[in-house]
């Protein structure tokens, strides 16, 4: 409920004239981003996208923050420089706008992590639009080959862009993660007792030091961007 308030809330304000850049609402997303991060700790990290805003409060609980972000504020969470789509916080978030550019650098800190004895792992979040990606791909290898504590959450919106999967996709997700010898999970946003359930297997499955891929079917309500 405070992420889809806070979505609405961008709306309101862009069209205000308050914010500046561009913001890609979440709304309808949002419980894949509760689902997943509930079962990190402190000590966990979240690599996000350019859709980053329910990630961001569900990992941080700083929604304050993010909103004097995109105002442009200095209280903001990047003194409010980095805008909606370029976030960090000491908590463990990181996002950016290029689709998958943060997947390999995730990889980097869950392969630093492996050897750590509190078992953090990291989580990335991506649209099934960013299997085009081709880094996406190379992380997959890496991070199978080196057993790395990387989940990744393919959130399946149907789009890319405005584009729809049926018109952009061959095969099946499931297909490409398993061809590298990764676990696949997947859950969708309508059914939340099942989906709880399945993102707690998948982090307890990566927290003991494999990767994962978890694909949560969903649907965004909002245009791709305002």
């Given at each position: 409920?405070?992420?889809?308030?806070?979505?609405?809330?961008?709306?309101?304000?862009?069209?205000?004239?308050?914010?500046?850049?561009?913001?890609?609402?979440?709304?309808?997303?949002?419980?894949?981003?509760?689902?997943?991060?509930?079962?990190?700790?402190?000590?966990?990290?979240?690599?996000?996208?350019?859709?980053?805003?329910?990630?961001?409060?569900?990992?941080?609980?700083?929604?304050?923050?993010?909103?004097?972000?995109?105002?442009?504020?200095?209280?903001?969470?990047?003194?409010?420089?980095?805008?909606?789509?370029?976030?960090?916080?000491?908590?463990?978030?990181?996002?950016?706008?290029?689709?998958?550019?943060?997947?390999?650098?995730?990889?980097?800190?869950?392969?630093?992590?492996?050897?750590?004895?509190?078992?953090?792992?990291?989580?990335?979040?991506?649209?099934?639009?960013?299997?085009?990606?081709?880094?996406?791909?190379?992380?997959?290898?890496?991070?199978?080959?080196?057993?790395?504590?990387?989940?990744?959450?393919?959130?399946?919106?149907?789009?890319?862009?405005?584009?729809s999967q049926d018109r952009n996709f061959s095969g099946s997700i499931k297909g490409r993660v398993e061809a590298f010898n990764i676990k696949y999970f997947e859950a969708d946003t309508w059914n939340l007792v099942k989906l709880f359930e399945i993102a707690k297997k998948a982090v307890e499955y990566v927290r003991s030091g494999k990767p994962a891929l978890l694909r949560i079917v969903t649907y965004r309500l909002n245009a791709h961007?305002?």
């Open positions: 409920i405070e992420i889809r308030a806070v979505e609405e809330t961008f709306l309101d304000l862009f069209s205000q004239g308050r914010l500046n850049g561009t913001v890609h609402t979440c709304s309808g997303q949002e419980f894949s981003a509760v689902a997943v991060i509930s079962n990190l700790t402190d000590l966990d990290w979240v690599t996000s996208n350019h859709r980053c805003h329910g990630h961001f409060i569900a990992k941080t609980k700083q929604s304050d923050t993010l909103v004097a972000e995109l105002m442009g504020k200095k209280t903001g969470a990047c003194f409010g420089v980095g805008s909606s789509q370029h976030l960090y916080s000491k908590l463990g978030f990181i996002s950016n706008g290029p689709q998958g550019a943060l997947v390999p650098v995730a990889s980097g800190i869950a392969y630093s992590k492996r050897s750590c004895p509190n078992k953090s792992i990291v989580v990335s979040y991506i649209g099934e639009g960013t299997l085009g990606q081709g880094s996406v791909y190379e992380t997959f290898n890496l991070i199978s080959l080196l057993k790395c504590p990387h989940l990744i959450v393919c959130e399946n919106n149907g789009y890319s862009q405005s584009t961007s305002k």
